[in-house]
């Protein structure tokens, strides 16, 4: 990492829902959000859920986000380094956006040390205790027959699919997160299980849609970045500290 230089997190930004128009509207504030990022970001971390649905057919891709997809094959041209992880909602990414966008796409964890510090990424799908019907489920998405046995229905059937079940989900119908306790925190109880084997000194998940810092311990902080229906939330880390941020346009704040 260059001194000077920052790197920016963010998650679920959920493309494509609730309605074409809010998600173009979206989409049009993440790029300002990615304009800005771009005058001093060495890399981008966009932690999964960022399309509300995807799949990769051999030679087809789901319509629209052209304005975003073509930001990032700008930055990454210009040099910055962007990393796109697999949520739960678009797991289904395999080596278009690699080979076109010039992008890096993760499937689960990733583990990268910065200026010295150890940070631990991951969307947040399917850890900590409970929920097994989705680690079940996420076993099946996962699979390759699974996979392949989908990719032979035709786009128009897959895809209407895809978007009937996507729009029961939380972020569609716009149900609010809210925060109870620590312990009730599945992600904040994975890190804190991770940490009595390894250290980190920062933990960043997506998934939970509800911007969260914690001071884990002393020297640990965990970091859920939100998601961008409601919040805008991201976090950046400028080489000694990273800080939990919301992002407002000047077109907003003049509302
Ligand atoms: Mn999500």
Partial sequence: MTSGKKLYFASDFHLGVPSYESSLEREKRIITWLEMARSDAEEIYLMGDVFDFWFEYKHVIPKGF??????????????????????????????????EIGVTVISDELIIERFGKRFYLHHGDGLGPGDAKYKFLKKIFRSKTCQWLFSWLHPSIGIAIAKYWSKSSRIASNQKETFVSEEKEWLVQFSKSLLTSEHFDYFIFGHRHLPLSIQLDHASQYVNLGEWINYNSYAVFDGSTLQLLYWETERQRSV
Avoid: C, P, S
């Avoid at 990393?83 to 797991?91: P, Q």
């Fill in 66 to 99: 052209v304005r975003f997809l073509g930001k990032l094959a700008e930055l990454t041209d210009q040099g910055i380094n962007i990393v796109l992880f697999k949520g739960n909602h678009d797991m289904w990414m395999f080596d278009y956006l690699e080979k």
